[in-house]
């Protein structure tokens, strides 16, 4: 526990000086919020029809904001070797692996806040959407995401095509974690309820943990 | 041993063709393009089987426990692209007689469409990827697909049911012509048969490129 703390610290201290990986990931929800916006506005949809494709939208940009900047976490590590270095204290892989989940949780959940703020501005919802509720299915989901994007960001840091790759192999793998997630926040959004004891709500209670689980067991073999 | 196995494929492959397009009747909605099942099927337990071995093969890789698993991993995974392929297309033709689309947000083409996409990503991991590394990576990439396809296909199941478009020809009984049911066995003896075979082929190809020149093929 002490190791994965002083790694965190590492992380966290690193980011807030270089603030490299937080501004690429708040620039880029933001930009492509405003820009989803401008293409709903022209089609003069309803209050109730945004409602109800709001939710969809949330996901599908934290996708595409998320993947395309969570490698840069990762490829600090590549710079100078500092993974190699730290592969070679005692520190075991999974508490290395564990870590950096924990530090792209953090900063990825913040933004994902930001950018649901941001969309929920652009088009106008005037429904209350920040509730306990919808933070635990934000929170749930990117913990079943971060362990995902972070093994495979480091799988492909030294590859080449890396920005064209990690999405490529990232995106399949993401699909039951966005069905769960757009399910659950679009009943919550819509009947006020979200179906915690249905199948969606278990899934997606379960695939943080597991994911978690089978990466930070597989993570050694990558960088063996 | 060489010739006799593709013998035997090719045979049963020929039988196939003539039961399909000459045994069996007609369907009696659909016609004849109905007798596209026969292959459609077959791919896709093919291409699950296909599937399974690349399970198997990419734990052995990552255990090293096996000094071909590798190869096997590799054939595999372009073995359960090409009949995942063979499904879609199949599929998308029949849909399209079927349905008058070539495609719908439909469970069983959506977690086709899915699985396709996981194979197409770890064949392009396996070109692009850090050849210094690749096949740890490859295997890490097998070992999380395969587990997310079942979780894939579980999911899908609970869309709306007027989403589930795919036809039910077993489990519904449709197939009450034996000549049917003969059809869609050899077909499915085929496709099984010709899967194993081409990932014996391909592996053992590509075992022997890694050894001729000392890299991964």
């Excluded at chain 1, 989940?101 to 959407?129: D, M």
Aim: net charge positive; hydrophobic share 60%.
């Amino acid at each position: 526990m002490k190791v994965l703390l002083l790694l965190l610290q590492k992380d966290m201290r690193l980011e807030f000086r270089r603030k490299e990986t937080v501004l690429a990931m708040v620039s880029l929800a933001l930009l492509l919020s405003v820009v989803v916006s401008f293409g709903l506005s022209s089609a003069f949809l309803n209050p109730s029809t945004t409602l109800k494709i709001f939710c969809p939208l949330v996901w599908v940009l934290f996708l595409f904001w998320s993947t395309l900047t969570v490698g840069r976490s990762i490829e600090y590590e590549f710079e100078s070797s500092c993974l190699e270095g730290l592969l070679l204290t005692r520190a075991a892989p999974e508490i290395i692996f564990l870590a950096k989940v924990v530090h792209n949780f953090l900063l990825t959940f913040l933004v994902q806040i930001l950018s649901v703020a941001f969309l929920e501005l652009w088009l106008g919802i005037e429904k209350q959407i920040f509730g306990v509720e919808f933070i635990l299915i934000i929170a749930l989901a990117t913990g079943a995401y971060t362990p995902l994007a972070t093994l495979l960001a480091t799988m492909t840091a030294t590859a080449r095509l890396k920005n064209v790759l990690l999405p490529l192999i990232l995106l399949p793998l993401l699909i039951p974690t966005l069905f769960a997630a757009i399910e659950l926040s679009t009943e919550l959004l819509i009947s006020g309820q979200a179906p915690w004891n249905g199948f969606w709500g278990c899934l997606l209670v379960i695939l943080p943990l597991m994911y978690t689980l089978i990466c930070a067991a597989l993570f050694k073999f990558t960088v063996r | 041993m060489k010739k006799i196995i593709p013998s035997i494929i090719w045979l049963l492959g020929l039988l196939a063709l003539y039961w399909t397009f000459v045994v069996v009747p007609n369907e009696r909605v659909m016609g004849p393009v109905q007798r596209i099942f026969y292959f459609h099927v077959g791919a896709a337990l093919a291409c699950y089987a296909a599937c399974a071995v690349m399970l198997v093969a990419a734990l052995l890789s990552l255990g090293n426990k096996w000094m071909r698993a590798d190869a096997t991993l590799k054939a595999s995974v372009e073995v359960a692209f090409l009949f995942c392929s063979i499904v879609m297309v199949t599929g998308m033709i029949w849909g399209k007689a079927a349905w008058n689309t070539a495609f719908r947000f439909e469970p069983r083409l959506v977690s086709f469409l899915v699985l396709w996409l996981m194979l197409l990503g770890s064949n392009l991991l396996r070109t692009f990827g850090d050849q210094a590394k690749v096949k740890q990576h490859v295997a890490v990439l097998a070992v999380i697909s395969a587990l997310t396809v079942p979780l894939v296909v579980v999911s899908i199941k609970f869309l709306p049911q007027a989403a589930q478009l795919h036809p039910q020809v077993v489990q519904q009984q449709g197939l009450r012509d034996e000549r049917f049911s003969q059809a869609m066995l050899l077909g499915i003896l085929t496709m099984l048969s010709l899967q194993a075979w081409l990932i014996w082929l391909r592996s053992r190809m590509a075992f022997m490129e890694e050894q001729g020149d000392g890299t991964s093929a």
